[in-house]
């Protein structure tokens, strides 16, 4: 799945002739990329996911609705495969500030709350994602708590 959508960034926004992905789509490429996995920890997809998937792909990545459409069909085309997001975690612990990172905790937990049920996978991910990203404890849990109050 993460080559595909890999291509997807690469094809819909790197400059013309460029032969480097920029750090801007590495990274957003990276954050999309664990958006669509959280979705998928529980083996059950939800519309509510699929919305919320959706909508902060177009909000937080300036995606158009047809682009967000195109990278939400290449995951569903390939979620049954094992993915490996440490590649994704690295660069957002790099290049990400510590409120960017924030941010990404508590987008993962908007996708995770969405069904109105947090799976065990869901919130083992959110979890190791904070601390593969050197999210604090405290920050992981008032960003969950911001997510729930929302809900």
């Known amino acids: 799945m993460l080559k595909k959508i890999q291509l997807f960034f690469e094809e819909n926004f790197m400059a013309d002739g460029a032969a480097v992905v920029p750090v801007k789509h590495q990274l957003n490429l990276a954050a999309a990329a ?16 699929i919305v ?12 158009s609705e047809a682009e967000a ?15 490996d997001y440490h590649q994704f975690t690295k660069l957002i612990a790099k290049h990400y500030t ?6 990404l905790i508590e987008s993962l937990w908007r996708v995770a709350f969405s069904d109105q049920v947090l799976d065990k996978y869901e919130e083992h991910m959110v979890r190791r994602i904070s601390d593969l990203i050197y ?17």
Do not use: G
């Open 34 to 49: 664990l958006l669509i996995e959280m979705m998928l920890q529980d083996d059950h997809v939800d519309k509510k996911e």
């Open 52 to 63: 919320t998937v959706k909508k902060l792909l177009i909000d937080q990545f300036s995606l």
């Open 69 to 83: 459409e195109s990278l939400y069909a290449l995951a569903e085309e390939e979620k049954n495969q094992a993915t």
């Open 98 to 103: 510590q409120p960017q990172k924030i941010q």
């Open 135 to 151: 999210v604090s404890h405290k920050d992981f849990v008032q960003a969950r708590h911001r997510v729930e109050n929302e809900v």
